[in-house]
T-cell receptor, first 115, second 114 residues
Framework: DQQVKQNSPSLSVQEGRISILNCDYT??????FLWYKKYPAEGPTFLIS?????DKNEDGRFTVFLNKSAKHLSLHIVPSQPGDSAVYFC??????????????FGKGTLLTVNP | KAGVTQTPRYLIKTRGQQVTLSCSPI?????VSWYQQTPGQGLQFLFE???????NKGNFPGRFSGRQFSNSRSEMNVSTLELGDSALYLC?????????????FGPGTRLLVL
C-alpha cells in the first residue's frame, strides 16, 4: 500500500519558469512532510519541510504547500534553474511506537529543467 | 566534517549468497537509518539504529538484518540473496532519531544480484 504517492514520474520545464511537483498521501497520522533532492550517484539531500499544522513554508526559491483536507502537498520552484534537475522525493513522517518516528517516501519525480 | 561514507560502493553477488554493507555516520551522529531504493518502489525504509539499539523496522523479511557498533558505525546484512534484492542501499545518519531534516545520506551501495 503506497501511503505517499508521487504520480508524475517525470516533469520537464523551461529555465526561469515555475516547477510544480505534487505529492499525495493517504495516512492522516503523518505529522510532518519533507522534500529531498537526489542527484545521480549521490544520496538524497534535505530540501524543505512543513509541519502538518501549517499550510505553507517558503525557503528562497522553494515553497511547499500543504492541503490537509485533500491530503496533498506540492513543491514549487521559482524560478527553475538547470541545476535543479534531479529526482525529488516527497516523504512523510509519523510516530512509530513511543517517541520513534519513521519516514515513508514516495517513488520520486525526475525534474528536468531545460536551458 | 566528513560526510556519511558507505562501503563498498558497488557489489555483484549471485543468488543465494549473503552480503554485508557498511556505513560510517558523520562524527557525533548516533542515529543510522538504512533504505532500499529500487526503480519500481522508490525509497523504502529498512531499519533505524540509535545507540546500538534497533529503534524502528520497515516491512522487510528477516533476511535483512543490521547492527550498530559502539562507535555508531552500522552494518546491514542480507542473507540468501534474491534477484529482487538488486537495488541501491542508502544509509543516513542524524544526531538523534527525530531529526529527519538533518538526516544526511551517504552515496549508497549499488548491489547487483545475478
Amino acid at each position: 500500500d503506497q501511503q505517499v504517492k508521487q504520480n508524475s514520474p517525470s516533469l520537464s520545464v523551461q529555465e526561469g519558469r515555475i516547477s510544480i511537483l505534487n505529492c499525495d498521501y493517504t495516512n492522516s497520522m503523518f505529522d510532518y512532510f519533507l522534500w529531498y533532492k537526489k542527484y545521480p550517484a549521490e544520496g538524497p539531500t534535505f530540501l524543505i519541510s512543513i509541519s502538518s499544522i501549517k499550510d505553507k513554508n517558503e525557503d528562497g526559491r522553494f515553497t511547499v504547500f500543504l492541503n490537509k483536507s485533500a491530503k496533498h502537498l506540492s513543491l514549487h520552484i521559482v524560478p527553475s534553474q538547470p541545476g535543479d534537475s534531479a529526482v525529488y522525493f516527497c516523504a512523510a513522517r509519523k510516530l512509530s511506537g513511543g517517541s520513534n518516528y519513521k519516514l515513508t517516501f514516495g517513488k520520486g519525480t525526475l525534474l528536468t529543467v531545460n536551458p | 566534517k566528513a560526510g556519511v561514507t558507505q562501503t563498498p560502493r558497488y557489489l555483484i553477488k549471485t543468488r543465494g549468497q549473503q552480503v554485508t554493507l557498511s556505513c560510517s555516520p558523520i562524527s557525533g551522529h548516533r542515529s543510522v537509518s538504512w533504505y532500499q531504493q529500487t526503480p519500481g518502489q522508490g525509497l523504502q525504509f529498512l531499519f533505524e539504529y540509535f545507540s546500538e539499539t534497533q529503534r524502528n523496522k520497515g516491512n522487510f523479511p528477516g533476511r535483512f538484518s543490521g547492527r550498530q557498533f559502539s562507535n555508531s558505525r552500522s552494518e546491514m546484512n542480507v542473507s540468501t540473496l534474491e534477484l529482487g534484492d538488486s537495488a541501491l542501499y542508502l544509509c543516513a545518519s542524524s544526531l538523534e532519531s527525530r531529526g529527519f531534516e538533518t538526516q544526511y545520506f551517504g552515496p549508497g551501495t549499488r548491489l547487483l544480484v545475478l
